[in-house]
């Protein structure tokens, strides 16, 4: 599913035995932020030998002096007969709609809320329409993370989150979740899917205007333990540790790219990890030096 | 591929460096269990042997084990008594009852006294009303709890003759399961009689089953499923499938 001039990722995770992600460190030349996804089934999905139902897709946009980047990850709904299917085609279909919505440039938050809006229900529409027979069967939430030259537009339907890098504090570097679509149920694993009827009065988007922004972590819910820390009620923040590792590993990467995904792909997959949530596990990051 | 994984670990400690609270996602269980004199002999013993394998069982589930928390709540002897762990707490005690599954060693019940059911199930209500209300104060999520109700007679009031009080319950169980607050099994086992079956259906209008004998292993691994499933995300589809698959005593959740 390759599209534009190449520039554009996916995790190609039809294949059962490519559970790695594939490596995005030399990134296109045209974008600033390097970028690596991976999506790793959970102990549940392992143990009964199904495949993951978490999906991520990036791509890159625009002309080489206003490139932007578009990220997205999905978390197809555990009860649903499609629904990693759905997550995959909802990762890709929101990386182009997104990008060709980011291309007119917009001149202001409430122009950049429009757009990401727009582009919601540009890949809502084409979603239901695409998919055979009932579009719940492939239910899927959606995070997505615009990065253009001066702006940053984010839009989640659903538990999916987000956390940015920037600045610092006593030399130590500083994390953001971004402010996430309100809880639909006091229960954990009930949310809100791109399919769900209602999805629109759901979205939560964001414009952030940050040049200081070097590092940015999409994940969908099956880290929201290990990556998010918890506080006595809302808004809870970011797990500064976790955040950091992550990001500072695909900053310095090491020589071999392999071991570096064999290493965070047994980071995802650890007990340690597994006790937290049994889900599956995605994690999306762009750093930029 | 085995020097590989050696090699990763050595390359990226830093992995192994993250501090993480200790904040997984909750389940409360709160198995709620009749200890009256008539479960005396062969099926309190088997009940015994049952918590003592599911315990195992549940020790040995990466993911359960960290995330089901186990109350007990038994209705017989000294009326009715909650358990933390092996441990009886004391009438009143503000102790939480819950054990986080890694952790809990199963009570060794005796059979003896009277069937206070409907107290039984209220304090299963508020134990794990009680629960959330501590979860959301220390900002952990949860997911639906369970209540296992199992039983082998009819209510009794506390000079255990029959009584109708169970009545007084029944209109709160359907609101509190119709609020989703919780899901609620009652099973009925032994030498229950229809009277004592209605009692069920009429606390668990879905989720109640009469079985032959003790079956509490399988009742119990039927719970286990049942908390994979809801940890799963799964339809109430799945849980009736699974519940019909365990009224019928055949494993087949397994499958």
Avoid at chain 1, 112 to 122: E, G, N, R, S
Avoid at chain 2, 69 to 83: I, L, M, P
Wanted: with cysteine; net charge negative.
């Amino acid at each position: 599913m390759d599209r534009h001039d190449g520039r554009d990722r996916h995790d190609g995770r039809d294949a059962h035995d490519r559970r790695d992600a594939h490596d995005r460190r030399d990134g296109p030349a045209q974008s600033a932020w390097r970028i690596h996804g991976m999506s790793v089934e959970g102990y549940r999905h392992r143990r009964d030998g199904i495949p993951c139902q978490d999906a991520w897709h990036s791509a890159v946009v625009g002309p080489p002096d206003a490139a932007v980047v578009v990220l997205a990850v999905a978390d197809g709904a555990g009860s649903r007969p499609h629904s990693g299917q759905g997550a995959r085609f909802a990762v890709q279909l929101a990386t182009s709609h997104f990008g060709q919505r980011a291309e007119v440039r917009p001149q202001s938050a409430d122009a950049v809320h429009a757009l990401l809006l727009d582009a919601f229900k540009d890949v809502r529409e084409e979603f239901v329409s695409r998919t055979d027979g009932d579009p719940d069967d492939f239910a899927a939430t959606l995070t997505v993370v615009v990065l253009a030259p001066t702006w940053l537009g984010h839009l989640s339907v659903g538990d999916g989150f987000v956390v940015l890098r920037s600045g610092a504090e006593g030399g130590e570097r500083l994390f953001h979740l971004l402010p996430q679509p309100d809880a639909v149920s006091e229960y954990s694993n009930e949310t809100v899917f791109l399919t769900s009827p209602d999805a629109e009065h759901w979205v939560h988007t964001e414009c952030v205007c940050d040049e200081g922004i070097d590092g940015v972590l999409l994940s969908t819910d099956g880290l929201t333990q290990a990556a998010l820390s918890r506080s006595a009620g809302r808004p809870r923040g970011a797990n500064a540790s976790f955040a950091s590792a992550v990001l500072r590993s695909l900053d310095a990467p090491g020589p071999d790219p392999h071991a570096d995904d064999l290493a965070l792909a047994e980071l995802l997959r650890s007990d340690r990890l597994t006790a937290f949530n049994a889900d599956d596990k995605t994690l999306l990051r762009a750093v930029r030096p | 591929m085995r020097h590989d994984r050696a090699r990763s670990r050595t390359v990226r400690t830093e992995y192994e460096d993250i501090e993480f609270e200790n904040n997984a996602q909750r389940l409360p269980l709160v198995l709620c269990l009749d200890t009256s004199s008539s479960m005396s002999g062969p099926p309190i013993q088997t009940l015994n042997e049952a918590l003592r394998e599911w315990a195992r069982e549940l020790h040995d589930d990466v993911s359960l084990s960290h995330s089901v928390d186990v109350a007990v709540v038994t209705f017989g002897q000294q009326g009715v008594s909650t358990w933390k762990g092996s441990r009886q707490l004391p009438p009143q005690s503000p102790d939480s009852p819950f054990v986080p599954a890694h952790a809990f060693r199963p009570p060794q019940l005796f059979a003896e006294g009277v069937t206070l059911m409907t107290e039984a199930l209220e304090l299963a209500m508020w134990i794990v009303s009680a629960r959330k209300t501590e979860l959301r104060r220390s900002g952990l999520q949860y997911y639906r709890p369970q209540i296992c109700l199992v039983t082998d007679g009819l209510p009794t009031d506390g000079t255990g003759h029959l009584t109708d009080n169970w009545k007084r319950v029944v209109p709160v169980l359907a609101a509190e399961q119709q609020a989703r607050h919780f899901r609620l099994y009652a099973i009925g086992v032994g030498g229950i009689t229809p009277r004592g079956e209605e009692v069920l259906q009429a606390f668990a209008p879905k989720f109640n089953a009469r079985l032959n004998g003790f079956p509490f292993r399988q009742l119990l691994q039927m719970m286990s499923a049942s908390a994979t499933a809801e940890q799963k995300g799964a339809g109430d589809e799945v849980f009736e499938k699974i519940f019909s698959q365990f009224k019928t005593q055949r494993p087949a959740w397994e499958s």
